[in-house]
């Protein structure tokens, strides 16, 4: 019996409360965000004042050219600094002038110093605490293995612990040290997100037959999209892919089969062979429609539980404004850990230049590293030992069905994913209340099951849900007892806390799911 994250207490000897207050203490030493108006300019002989909007975003601090440019859904900054490259900040004016701005410090960076002057001597001290700890996390961020304390130390030996009870009868997830401490980081170090995030990659790996995929399977998503470039890395030494996301349609099965080319690239080029990468999203021709939200959920899924701690970071250009006004009402959803992994460029390619050098990018992105995509296909093709293919594949309807449903991803219409439309071959409809993943408040839904899809609806006339529950005989369905009418439904990823309005919905309500479940 695989086991659940809630069952690690029982599971551990002892040892669990000795270090939860360490690491707490570690969790709020997280990177802190910060924005506010300023004067700057660079240091140099001609060089003049001006107002800028400054946004601390993870490990780089961007200058707009106004608050308003900042916060517009397609603004642009005018320019970018990386902190690792910080190699001293200074509490005053660099250049040392009689006649200079009040509040002042400057960043010295190895080729140019920038001044900046704040209204306050208080902004400019909170300034200054807030750069000097993001250059020191932007440069841990670069080290391929920091040391452990020895809070961290003890979690990754009590995980190690568990594992064994952990059922993987394949052999789908590795049990060595690189693959224990990507858990580890990727959940700072917080032991049931672990365990849950393990077990789902399990469940995952073993449900899609992941084992079985080659080349061939993918052959025609590879030729449209780049893969990780051979030779190619970032100044930070990370491998580069670039994901081309406008390239996800509405046709039938292409987000399905995307989403498979990718969990193949990550799997062959970076997961086996224990790298990091950065990852450059082309936003380009991203429609906004439905799909966007599973093609989201879909890779989230991908970086954060199938393949952890891969990624030094997600730098995402040729933004449609509508995913940045998007980003902007999500990311405070967002824990910040994972917020910070996610930088918006725009479309501006220097910007681009500034991480990743032109010589480690291909023309179409202003570079002139010489990549022979072709030549990569056939390398391929020979390693996995299998043939060209003559003739395009069918598309696969059952990878990421449980993540994707296919009558939402693959349906040509709004109306085949509609709340009527599910009710035609419903098992049971009904309304209940649910809580919110990320804000925990209780809202009103209309849930229908429908084969081993459990939807939620904000109306019996919505054309598309809110979101689903995938049920298979790992879920469990149990009876909330901090509520009468509670119901908590288990999966590998998440508990969904569900409400009933008398006793009797109640008890149909799990009877109906357990019997999905058993029969999945």
């Not at 601390?56 to 005018?78: T, V």
């Not at 750069?131 to 080290?143: C, D, F, M, P």
């Not at 452990?148 to 997830?173: H, N, S």
């Not at 990468?277 to 991203?286: K, M, T």
Request: proline share 4%; charged share 25%; aromatic share 10%.
């Amino acid at each position: 019996m695989a086991v659940e994250p809630n069952d690690a207490n029982e599971l551990l000897e002892s040892g669990i409360i000795e270090y939860e207050e360490e690491i707490r203490k570690l969790q709020q030493a997280n990177l802190g965000e910060k924005e506010a108006e300023v004067t700057s300019k660079k240091v140099g002989k001609f060089s003049t004042w001006k107002k800028k909007y400054l946004v601390l975003q993870g490990p780089c601090l961007l200058c707009y050219s106004s608050r308003e440019e900042a916060k517009k859904p397609g603004g642009q900054p005018k320019k970018l600094i990386l902190l690792e490259r910080v190699s001293e900040i200074i509490d005053g004016d660099f250049e040392k002038k009689k006649k200079t701005k009040n509040n002042c410090f400057t960043l010295v960076l190895l080729s140019k110093p920038y001044q900046f002057s704040t209204s306050s001597s208080q902004e400019k001290i909170e300034w200054i605490e807030a750069i000097r700890l993001a250059v020191e996390v932007a440069k841990r961020a670069g080290q391929a293995d920091p040391p452990l304390t020895e809070a961290e130390m003890k979690v990754v030996d009590d995980f190690r612990r568990i594992l064994p009870r952990v059922e993987d009868r394949e052999g789908l997830v590795p049990r060595d040290d690189v693959t224990i401490l990507r858990f580890a980081r990727a959940h700072r170090f917080q032991l049931p997100f672990m365990l849950g995030s393990y077990k789902e990659n399990i469940r995952f790996r073993g449900y899609n037959n992941v084992k079985s995929i080659t080349m061939a399977d993918v052959y025609h998503e590879a030729q449209r999209a780049y893969a990780y470039i051979p030779g190619s890395v970032d100044r930070k030494g990370f491998k580069i892919q670039i994901f081309k996301a406008g390239l996800c349609s509405r046709s039938r099965s292409s987000v399905r089969q995307m989403m498979k080319y990718l969990f193949y690239l990550r799997e062959k080029e970076l997961w086996q062979r224990q790298l990091r990468d950065v990852l450059l999203v082309d936003l380009a021709g991203l429609s906004l429609n439905a799909t966007t939200n599973f093609i989201n959920k879909a890779y989230f899924h991908l970086l954060i539980h199938i393949f952890p701690n891969s990624s030094g970071q997600v730098i995402l250009f040729n933004t449609p404004w509508y995913i940045r006004a998007a980003w902007n009402v999500a990311a405070p959803l967002v824990p910040q850990e994972q917020r910070n992994l996610f930088i918006f460029l725009g479309s501006n390619m220097k910007l681009l230049h500034e991480w990743v050098s032109p010589d480690a990018l291909p023309t179409e992105y202003g570079g002139n590293f010489q990549y022979n995509h072709e030549e990569w296909i056939r390398s391929r093709l020979a390693a996995d030992n299998v043939q060209l293919p003559t003739t395009e594949p069918q598309p696969d309807e059952h990878f990421f069905s449980d993540i994707m449903p296919a009558n939402i991803v693959d349906s040509g219409s709004k109306s085949e994913a509609s709340a009527q439309a599910m009710e035609r071959n419903a098992i049971k409809v009904g309304w209940m209340t649910k809580e919110g993943g990320a804000v925990r408040n209780w809202k009103r839904r209309y849930f229908i099951l429908n084969k081993n899809m459990l939807y939620y609806y904000k109306s019996e006339k919505e054309s598309h849900p809110q979101g689903f529950v995938s049920l298979d005989r790992e879920t469990e369905i149990r009876s909330d007892n901090k509520n009468k009418l509670g119901i908590e439904v288990v999966t590998g990823r998440r508990t969904y806390f569900l409400r009933t309005y008398n006793q009797q919905d109640k008890d149909d309500w799990i009877t109906t799911l357990c019997g999905v479940c058993a029969s999945a």
